[in-house]
């Protein structure tokens, strides 16, 4: 009955909130995607101020990305700890993406006090692929943990078995 459209960089987040306001179905988040180096950085007020609208329900798409950049990526470990912080001071949950940085995005979230364990807001692990233990690290700290298409996938024996562990009243599926 309803659908979330998730913000990946704020150039392209008024057509995003857009679509949001246009359909009452249709909510949005605002963030800025770890994948997406070269744009503008937001900031926490930026996405306070932005998320201050009640078709906005989400902070992120936020986390950390490996697989693909190299170099120094301190300045995806910043824009996830400024999603964390607005998520904090707004409310609104977190939509969180991790790839290759299972270890920093677990010890980032818990630095930074999001979820539920550190009297912060949860969220949903995103588009999840990791093993089981960041899927239990994650819940611990209130998340949600949703599986794409995925884990439809013939190779995707591990990431079957970690779907097997996780409660259903703690699991989400998604279109990503």
């Not at 999001?114 to 807001?121: K, L, N, P």
């Amino acid at each position: 009955t309803h659908a979330l459209c998730v913000s990946c960089d704020l150039p392209t987040f008024p057509d995003i909130l857009q679509i949001a306001e246009t359909h009452p179905h249709i909510y949005a988040s605002v963030g800025v995607h770890p994948d997406y180096e070269d744009t503008p950085e937001p900031s926490v007020d930026d996405l306070i101020r932005l998320a201050d609208n009640p078709r906005i329900v989400a902070i992120g798409e936020t986390g950390l990305d490996y697989y693909r950049l190299e170099d120094d990526l301190e300045w995806q470990r910043e824009r996830f700890r400024t999603h964390i912080r607005a998520s904090r001071a707004t409310g609104k949950p977190l939509i969180i993406h991790t790839r290759a940085a299972a270890e920093d995005t677990i010890r980032i979230m818990r630095e930074e006090g999001a979820g539920t364990d550190a009297g912060g807001v949860a969220g949903v692990m995103h588009c999840f692929t990791e093993a089981l233990e960041v899927a239990r690290a994650a819940m611990e700290m209130g998340f949600y943990i949703s599986f794409s298409g995925i884990v439809t996938f013939k190779s995707a024996k591990e990431l079957q078995a970690v779907a097997c562990e996780v409660p259903l009243e703690r699991m989400l599926i998604e279109t990503d």
